[in-house]
């Protein structure tokens, strides 16, 4: 029978040693935070300007690491950088020292009454325009050290590559460790122009809509798939404009290319817009908050979310709790 005394003790040794040489690299926490940037974006170029830093920097600290830990952290392909099972394995532990940073700075900036720092939101592109950005701007005047990134796009950035620390979704995430409640509803309803009214044949009621022109999404994976809204109304539609901003769409059907789906925060004061059946909403979506559990930990990210969660509160008459 082996001894498995001695093969331990080797591996013990060997461990201790690969720490001592670990150690002797002076690794900092840039180096990690800049492993971090690339394995969430998967591009040196993209981390480097989250980082406000040179591509090649980026790129000098990865080899820096790699080198110090004697592991492969990436696959470098022409299309951009993928974790190796060395840099996968590394993830969690970059993270919790992410944390750790993070819950550092929160205690030392907790006494002061100010908030620090920045937030990036994510929220559908109208959503972001119309309901939070005046919101935003105010609250950064008040708070001159919180910067609060806002972006606004049809297709909802990732929480898991910390594209955005808060999402405004109309798609919760289903996996991983977030925190996650329910902002509201939103009705959506059709709405038309006086021009195509006055040229088109009369709408009465729903069933007289479907042999209309329709002005939609574009639907090539560029947008949510939670925009695929009006095929679920409309049997095959006419469409004779599509987009990928619901803004190009608003002014698309106050010019009367057809009958498009909006919410009243879209077409709230447009007097060239006519809701067809305001008394009727054609169909009803959900908008969640969500966060990473860690980040939500953090004073600035609890800061943003309720603020957010206040623009909500204070406009019943736009989203039904």
């Known amino acids: 029978m082996i001894d498995p005394y001695p ?3 080797g591996y013990r040794r060997d461990m201790t040693r690969r720490r001592t040489e670990i150690m002797k ?8 935070r800049y492993f971090l940037e690339v394995a969430r974006t998967g591009k040196i170029s ?16 990865i080899n820096r690491l790699e080198e110090s ?24 532990h970059a993270e919790r020292m992410e ?10 900036m907790s006494q002061s009454s100010a908030i620090h720092g920045t937030v990036r939101v994510g929220t559908p592109e109208a959503f972001g325009i119309h309901v939070l950005a005046s919101g935003i701007v105010e609250l950064n005047r008040q708070q001159p050290e919180l910067l609060v990134e806002l972006m606004a796009q049809p297709q909802f950035p990732s929480l898991v590559t910390r594209e955005v620390e808060i999402l405004v979704t109309l798609e919760p995430p289903q996996m991983g460790r977030y925190t996650v409640t329910r902002l509201g509803d939103v009705d959506y309803f059709f709405y038309s122009s006086r021009a195509y009214l006055d040229t088109h044949a009369p709408i009465r009621d729903l069933a007289d809509i479907a042999e209309h022109d329709f002005v939609d999404y574009v639907h090539d994976g560029s947008v949510s798939e939670r925009y695929r809204i009006l095929d679920e109304l409309v049997s095959k539609p006419k469409r004779r404009f599509t987009s990928t901003s619901v803004l190009a769409q608003r002014e698309a059907v106050a010019a009367g290319m057809g009958i498009g789906l909006l919410t009243p925060y879209v077409a ?10 305001p008394d009727h909403a054609q169909i009803t979506r959900t ?3 969500a966060a990473p559990e860690d980040l939500f930990k953090t004073r600035r990210i609890r800061f943003v979310w309720d603020f957010i969660r206040g623009i909500i509160d204070s406009q019943p008459h736009l989203f039904r709790r």
Do not use: C
């Open 7 to 9: 093969i331990i003790i």
């Open 25 to 32: 690299n002076d690794l900092e926490w840039t180096d990690f």
């Open 46 to 61: 993209t981390a480097g300007e989250r980082l406000n830093v040179e591509h090649s920097t980026v790129s000098r600290r």
């Open 69 to 92: 830990l004697g592991a492969v952290l990436f696959d470098r392909r022409r299309n951009g950088y993928s974790l190796t099972d060395a840099g996968k394995a590394l993830v969690p």
């Open 99 to 108: 944390n750790a940073m993070l819950g550092a700075l929160e205690e030392h």
């Open 268 to 277: 709230t004061g447009r007097q060239d817009l006519i809701n067809l059946f």
């Open 287 to 289: 908008l969640w908050l």
